[in-house]
């Protein structure tokens, strides 16, 4: 069984920056893309990155593009966040993800068929 594992959460300041980890187990894992979404109290799960399983390619939300850069080591079935510049409404449960469905750009929430539990992450002003 195929598990995600999300760390690295935490409290932090305006302009701080963060590194988020996703631990991917289970022998039945063959890889896939990975990607992260976000979610703010009483707002929907939101797209932010997402990256292939052979990390040439990499989409990003609006919002985070040039702040946040996704990353992953295959070796160590591992895909990272890299938070940078955080702002308060970065504030969120950050989820990292499988790409299921591989059609269209991968900001598509139905295309994810697996998620971890979530990390909070807060950015205080």
């Known amino acids: 069984q195929v598990q995600l594992v999300e760390s690295g959460g935490g409290l932090v300041q305006a302009g701080d920056s963060l590194r988020l980890s996703c631990k991917v187990s289970g022998r039945t894992f063959r890889g896939g893309d990975l990607g992260w979404f976000r979610q703010a109290p009483g707002k929907e799960r939101e797209f932010v990155a997402a990256i292939t399983w052979s990390g040439g390619s990499t989409n990003y939300a609006d919002s985070v593009k040039d702040r946040f850069t996704i990353s992953r080591d295959n070796a160590k079935y591992t895909v990272s966040l890299r938070m940078s510049s955080l702002k308060p409404e970065d504030t969120a449960v950050y989820y990292c993800?499988?790409?299921?469905?591989?059609?269209?750009?991968?900001?598509?929430?139905?295309?994810?068929?697996?998620w971890g539990q979530g990390t909070q992450v807060t950015v205080s002003s």
């Open positions: 993800a499988r790409r299921a469905r591989i059609s269209g750009p991968p900001d598509n929430r139905a295309d994810y068929d697996l």
